[in-house]
């Protein structure tokens, strides 16, 4: 399965990306185990807060992820 991901603000420093394209497992489907991968990929992000959206909506972990969805990993944020 292949899915697209975007980085913005802390979580592109520290991955020195704002976009990538990733192939996933079929079995590795959800965004816990997205997160698992992403964590293991860039270690830095275990020490950072951050947000999931995938296709433009804020989402849980527990969320089923499908083919050629956009994922976005959001750095907090404050509104004012």
Do not use: C, H, W
């Amino acid at each position: 399965m292949i899915i697209n991901t975007k980085y913005f603000g802390l979580i592109a420093d520290i991955t020195n990306k704002k976009e990538e394209q990733l192939q996933l497992k079929e079995t590795l489907t959800s965004v816990a185990s997205l997160k698992s991968i992403m964590e293991a990929n860039y270690p830095d992000l275990r020490k950072t807060s951050y947000s999931v959206a995938v296709n433009q909506a804020l989402v849980g972990i527990e969320t089923n992820l499908k083919e050629q969805d956009v994922i976005a990993f959001l750095p907090p944020f404050a509104g004012g």
